[in-house]
């Protein structure tokens, strides 16, 4: 299963490089996670965030962008 993010210290954690302070009350699901990617059932990989399909469903957009990505996302 593919996992796109668009915060590259996401993936870093992911991959096991440590986490700030600021991320241990998320650090139960990042090693969640992160034990899936291991085991390959997710692949991770960066995604810019203009290219992001979820923006489509979790931010205010413009027309021009809401219709690109309604028509990736199969959204009509």
Request: charged share 30%; aromatic share 2%; net charge positive.
């Amino acid at each position: 299963m593919s996992l796109r993010v668009d915060n590259q210290a996401a993936l870093n954690q992911l991959d096991g490089e440590g986490s700030s302070s600021k991320a241990k009350p998320i650090d139960g699901r990042i090693k969640f996670v992160g034990a899936l990617a291991k085991r390959e059932v997710l692949k991770a990989a960066y995604l810019k965030s203009e290219k992001m399909p979820a923006d489509v469903l979790t931010k205010v957009l413009e027309a021009p962008r809401l219709t690109d990505l309604r028509v990736i996302v199969g959204l009509h």
